[in-house]
């Protein structure tokens, strides 16, 4: 199921066509990927630059010990390896697809040009990596100050307000990302749904009263 967040400056092919300099059009590939391809994987130099046209892909990171841990969810309309382009280092966090779909496909050098080049697919990056930045803070800010229970009510009123009712959330990605079990995330999502906070059926839920909802989760013990 695609999504596309809400609030964010998007870019679809027929949009990135229409501000694209000429002379760098040739340069756009448009590629198909499935489940479990990898755009990149960690420490390794950057393949270049995708934009989402449709599907998902989890960043994660992996430990010397193995464990993986989930950094970031990319959906349809965002950028894969803008800071490995512009910071000219090795990839930060190995990129996996979820689900398939297409992609845009950019060489770092056709990337940086269209930043210096078109002022509109420079404002795109910057809301891009303002966006992700701001989505990354939250999780960090979550995950240090909360319990799960309060982490995980925050991250369903996130995405509720990021793409409406009703949103999909993976749980066995969600428990990746939050570090627990998923179990522990089947237990939340009982506990909401048996106080009628939360609306779950395959894969796809609903905040049934968003201000009940911000009530509860404001009264957290």
Do not use: W
């Amino acid at each position: 199921m695609d999504m596309q967040r809400e609030g964010r400056m998007l870019l679809s092919y027929k949009e990135l066509l229409a501000i694209c300099p000429p002379h760098l059009k040739e340069n756009l590939t448009v590629i198909s990927f499935s489940t479990d391809d990898f755009f990149m994987e960690q420490n390794d130099e950057n393949p270049g630059v995708f934009i989402l046209l449709s599907g998902e892909a989890q960043a994660f990171s992996t430990t010397p010990t193995g464990i993986r841990h989930v950094r970031y969810i990319h959906h349809a309309g965002e950028v894969i390896g803008e800071i490995e382009a512009i910071t000219n280092g090795p990839i930060i966090c190995s990129v996996v697809a979820t689900s398939s779909g297409e992609a845009i496909k950019l060489t770092e050098e056709t990337y940086l040009e269209l930043i210096r080049s078109s002022p509109d697919f420079a404002m795109f990056v910057v809301s891009q990596l303002a966006g992700s930045l701001a989505i990354m803070s939250t999780y960090t800010s979550m995950n240090m100050q909360y319990s799960l229970k309060q982490r995980l009510m925050q991250f369903f009123l996130q995405k509720h307000q990021q793409f409406g009712n009703p949103f999909y959330v993976d749980k066995k990605l969600t428990a990746d990302l939050f570090g627990c079990h998923l179990r522990s995330v089947n237990r939340v999502v009982k506990e909401l749904e048996a106080k009628e906070l939360l609306d779950y059926e395959k894969g796809k839920f609903r905040i049934l009263n968003v201000d009940k909802f911000k009530d509860a989760l404001d009264h957290q013990d």
